[in-house]
């Protein structure tokens, strides 16, 4: 039973992503057709760059006034690959007032501004989509929402960004160091000419925060995630690392508190034991851990990025908003009834890699074991190496909470015995 | 926006499925409730044995008249997981004719009559969902039809078998043979009493023929699917694999031809490189690798059968069905329009690794070469040992049809020189 009146898309940005969206749309017309019930056709493609020669996109279909795209009023469905805060949000915004639902692939927007972005879809009877903005063509958000629906996930642990996996695997593959593996991960493309969102955690705080709010039914904003980049981690962190069976890697963590009434969300690299499924997720992969109540442990793998993968993910939506509109109903919208309170990064439990370098004489482990006993934070292994007066000690602790471990290297910088704190590393994926 | 009069479901068999699904539907029902928009209750357990105390399931709920039950007419939702074909399939139809949907987890009707049972719910307008079907827990049906609707999939690639892993796997870990494996896999409870259905691959032919249909658009039968059991593999040919930087895994695999006008599913035995991701899977979880032209390479892992995580499958698709009914929409039906012709199996090509007993003397690689080359097979390696005027060869090839390959194999037993062929495997995952 196929409709023959086209479904009009109006695609916002026609970048890496956009382009491939459009070339998918064209070269697959019969396909989506098919798989909707009713053809689709690229209305309006809104660009920055007008003169551009835009392979498969008619030039009559582009234009620089995004606005007046989104206001036609025949649009079925906007495709958001902008990217940014504005004017993705206030496009987005105007296309649900003017009749459209919303794809997007915008995860800073969606993780600072998705409630209400949900809301005014709600308000408009719209769906939004948005199963690009988290670990590209990875299938996540779906399984998250729909998939698990009637089950209760306890974390979410996970290597949700490409460019910093790179990096990490190639220091711990080659010995680099952090600056090395960097420049050559510029040099093929894998991080931008300025890696901040990447290296400093940024693009994966705001997909840990969309996680984060599907996963437990409440609402987690980019504010509620603490954040470490991995500019810090060292060769000799990736040293340590081997001499411990792990290896390092910038994780997203969202985990519901034992009890039950919080949930907290994190981004900062890791030690994980190489026997974890996520220590061999090689070069720009992505992959994430889902533990839930009934499913036990899940792993969803694949291309974190890119233009046609991050495109299969926006087509994929394309298909059930189109499918949506055609049956008059709407997917789940947001759905944050749990509404459970974001706790702190001191309240977090894990355990800890503690390097220090101490004067190399008698009573020094006395002192330092003192001071972790004192703050509560069990030792599990501590292993002293010394000469020439001169001598590091590695602990790893039992579970402990970061407050505690934060109290412990306080007091520790304090004694006499202690030079200095080389590196602190938390220890997941046990 | 809570609606107040609940969905009502009827809930066919109470064995270790059924149980969990009813466990978990009283101590979550305000999660349930808050998810799907309206509460959901159990209004009749169909069981064969209705004096055994169900913890969880009120006595007044349980009857023996299945057929009674789905006659109701005020039955929203039937979740079967009786299994096997009758009395499920007239179940199940019936069930629509009286106006619910239906969620199952019955992989072997569903491979077996898909076709005519997504008829009968179109038909009636009404849903049929099976994520647990295939892998348990694990997202797959949803991710196939939903996620990766706007992209064009080529090869679906993967252990769906718990019990023939845990066989394999031991057999690879500890160097035990065949029946020595199973007796462990028997006496942990990963193998049925009469194990038939798993290790001869019948149980993973039937996901092959679902995942095969829905990944391609197109209708494969369970006839469809070529079949090898596990139950020859031995312990030389795991020494073989290792010589090889391989391990062995039953997979199934289902695959577009290069030409994309035709498809194949099988499930056999094959040799996979230990750095392919579904070398480490471990004891009896699943893995599926999914193939595409736009999202490349996606896996998606998780434990592949037992009571709560195939509850869990089934409850994720109670809550669409849920939803789709209050919204009076339903979800993707069959997509079969595709209609590609399946293949049989001397059209598929692999890679392929013999083992021959042979007579230890000169001339025999001759002999032996050119029948492979004769059948148009080309090889990539051969390794001859021999002592005592007996020897072996062990022949990697590259790739090949299934049909020229076994020409060759036909050839080279009429040979003088060729005492046996030991053993074939295919080599996949390259």
């Known amino acids: 039973m196929m409709r023959t009146r086209p479904l009009k898309v109006a695609l916002l940005g026609c970048g890496v992503v956009g382009s491939e969206v459009a070339r998918i749309m064209t070269t697959h017309a019969d396909d989506l057709a098919a798989r909707i019930g009713a053809p689709v056709e690229l209305a309006g493609v809104a660009v920055r760059r007008p003169g551009k020669v835009r392979e498969g996109v008619p030039a009559e279909l582009v234009t620089t006034d995004a606005t007046a795209l989104v206001k036609r009023g025949d649009i079925d469905v906007v495709v958001e690959v902008i990217g940014g805060i504005e004017p993705a949000r206030?496009?987005?915004?105007?296309?649900?007032?003017?009749?459209?639902?919303?794809?997007?692939?915008?995860?800073?927007?969606?993780?600072?501004?998705?409630?209400?972005?949900?809301?005014?879809?709600?308000?408009?009877?719209?769906?939004?989509?948005?199963?690009?903005?988290?670990?590209?063509?990875?299938?996540?958000?779906?399984?998250?929402?729909?998939?698990?629906?009637?089950?209760?996930?306890?974390?979410?642990?996970?290597?949700?960004?490409?460019?910093?996996?790179?990096?990490?695997?190639?220091?711990?593959?080659?010995?680099?160091?952090?600056?090395?593996?960097?420049?050559?991960?510029?040099?093929?493309?894998?991080?931008?000419?300025?890696?901040?969102?990447?290296?400093?955690?940024?693009?994966?705080?705001?997909?840990?925060?969309?996680?984060?709010?599907?996963?437990?039914?409440?609402?987690?904003?980019?504010?509620?995630?603490?954040?470490?980049?991995?500019?810090?981690?060292?060769?000799?962190?990736?040293?340590?690392?081997?001499?411990?069976?792990?290896?390092?890697?910038?994780?997203?963590?969202?985990?519901?508190?034992?009890?039950?009434?919080?949930?907290?969300?994190?981004?900062?690299?890791?030690?994980?034991?190489?026997?974890?499924?996520?220590?061999?997720?090689?070069?720009?992969?992505?992959?994430?851990?889902?533990?839930?109540?009934?499913?036990?442990?899940?792993?969803?793998?694949?291309?974190?990025?890119?233009?046609?993968?991050t495109a299969s993910a926006v087509l994929g939506d394309l298909v059930a908003v189109c499918r949506n509109r055609l049956s008059g109903a709407t997917g789940p919208g947001e759905s944050a009834y749990a509404a459970l309170p974001v706790s702190p990064m001191g309240d977090v439990v894990t355990r800890y890699h503690i390097s220090l370098e101490v004067a190399d004489k008698p009573g020094v482990l006395a002192h330092v074991a003192t001071v972790f006993a004192e703050h509560g934070v069990s030792i599990d292994t501590v292993r002293q190496q010394g000469k020439d007066g001169e001598a590091s000690l590695v602990v790893v602790t039992h579970r402990a909470t970061d407050a505690a471990l934060g109290g412990t290297v306080e007091a520790l910088r304090k004694l006499d015995t202690v030079r200095g704190v080389a590196s602190i590393m938390r220890v997941e994926g046990e």
Chains 1, 2 share one sequence.
């Open 90 to 309: 206030t496009l987005i915004t105007t296309a649900f007032e003017h009749g459209a639902s919303v794809v997007s692939a915008n995860k800073a927007l969606l993780a600072q501004d998705g409630a209400a972005l949900h809301a005014a879809a709600e308000e408009h009877g719209r769906d939004l989509y948005y199963e690009a903005a988290v670990a590209g063509a990875i299938p996540l958000i779906r399984p998250l929402r729909e998939s698990l629906a009637g089950d209760k996930v306890n974390r979410v642990l996970g290597i949700v960004n490409g460019t910093t996996n790179f990096i990490l695997d190639k220091m711990d593959s080659t010995g680099a160091g952090y600056q090395e593996a960097l420049d050559e991960a510029t040099a093929l493309g894998y991080a931008e000419a300025d890696p901040t969102a990447d290296v400093e955690g940024f693009d994966a705080a705001a997909k840990a925060a969309i996680l984060a709010g599907i996963a437990f039914h409440t609402r987690v904003r980019l504010d509620d995630v603490y954040r470490e980049g991995m500019t810090e981690v060292t060769a000799a962190d990736f040293a340590s690392a081997k001499e411990m069976g792990c290896t390092i890697k910038l994780l997203a963590i969202c985990e519901r508190a034992a009890d039950g009434g919080s949930v907290t969300a994190r981004v900062h690299p890791a030690m994980i034991p190489l026997t974890h499924p996520l220590a061999s997720v090689r070069g720009a992969y992505n992959a994430v851990f889902v533990e839930s109540d009934a499913s036990g442990q899940l792993m969803f793998y694949g291309p974190g990025a890119g233009g046609a993968p």
